[in-house]
């Protein structure tokens, strides 16, 4: 079992940046694949970013790639999200995820646990 928590959303003005932390419980954190994802109002939840067990590879969608990094630290059982350049269609809540695999994936339904979001809110 997994418990994830995300910390860091914020109102912030187009252009601007976030840090979006997630810490996670249990001793197996290094074994799981992790993601974030999004979702605005009326809108289906949609993939950002997502890491493998190690941080050697990541994978971005490509609304954010470029802008959005995606870091994990093991040791902190923690997963982050850098977001810069910021725009009003980031709008949405955000959600850390992990996936009972270390490899990581952008399918939602391969993530087994999902944290409680975070509320991103830019303003043009």
């Known amino acids: 079992q997994v418990q994830l928590v995300e910390s860091g959303g914020g109102l912030v003005q187009a252009g601007g940046s976030l840090r979006l932390s997630c810490a996670a419980s249990?001793?197996?954190?290094?074994?799981?694949?992790m993601g974030w994802f999004r979702q605005a109002p009326g809108k289906e939840r949609e993939f950002v970013a997502a890491?493998?067990?190690?941080?050697?590879?990541?994978y971005y969608a490509d609304s954010v790639k470029g802008r959005f990094t995606i870091s994990r630290d093991n040791a902190k059982n923690t997963v982050y999200l850098q977001m810069n350049s910021l725009k009003p269609e980031d709008t949405a809540v955000y959600y850390c995820?992990?996936?009972?695999?270390?490899?990581?994936?952008?399918?939602?339904?391969?993530?087994?646990?999902w944290g409680q979001g975070t509320q991103v809110t830019v303003s043009s």
């Open positions: 890491i493998n067990w190690s941080g050697g590879n990541t």
């Open positions: 249990g001793r197996t954190f290094s074994s799981y694949a």
């Open positions: 995820a992990a996936a009972g695999r270390p490899r990581a994936t952008i399918a939602r339904s391969q993530y087994d646990y």
